[in-house]
């Protein structure tokens, strides 16, 4: 969040061309569109904190790459950097996340090794934790997408995208 209010209050370093928005904003939608994958698969649950996990999901994108709802916010918050005509700050902006979700994951690994052991363990051989994979690397688990359940989770994230896109067309407007 500070990361992103540099977005709004700094001058932009420079005035993305029309190819340069125009990949920007496609990166940051079709990130939402992951994003809305994954929860759809997942829901809520993946929003939470804690330990507290039901059951091991390994179905949609979780079947091509472990954190995809990690890599989808990693590119949405760089391209929103792009967009706001900002090269170093994305940069720093990817850099943050990534770290960031470096640590999240390593917490969330050793808890889900504890919960599933072995199960947990075998699919962390097979599915690549930040690279999705081109092909399914696990069998899917029985857990069905479900675009309620998506749109349910993703609701505050629809908002911050509509703030972010207000406050995007305000700054280019003064």
């Not at 081109?134 to 911050?160: G, I, N, W």
Request: proline letters at 6%; a positive charge; hydrophobic letters at 50%.
């Amino acid at each position: 969040m500070p990361l992103f209010l540099l977005l709004v209050i700094l001058p932009p370093n420079f005035t993305p061309n029309l190819f340069q928005t125009l990949a920007a904003l496609t990166g940051i939608l079709l990130s939402e569109a992951l994003r809305i994958w994954s929860v759809g698969y997942a829901g809520s649950a993946t929003r939470t904190r804690g330990d507290s996990v039901p059951q091991l999901i390994h179905a949609g994108p979780y079947r091509y790459v472990r954190n995809p709802l990690y890599v989808a916010n990693i590119v949405m918050y760089t391209c929103a950097g792009v967009a706001f005509g900002f090269s170093g700050l994305s940069v720093l902006i990817f850099l943050v996340s990534a770290v960031e979700y470096i640590f999240i994951v390593a917490f969330e690994e050793e808890t889900l090794l504890r919960i599933f052991g072995s199960a947990y363990d075998n699919y962390c051989e097979k599915v690549p934790r930040w690279f999705p994979s081109s092909t399914p690397k696990v069998e899917a688990t029985e857990h069905c997408f479900s675009m309620e359940r998506a749109l349910r989770s993703e609701r505050s994230t629809f908002l911050a995208l509509s703030m972010m896109a207000v406050l995007l067309i305000l700054k280019k407007a003064f």
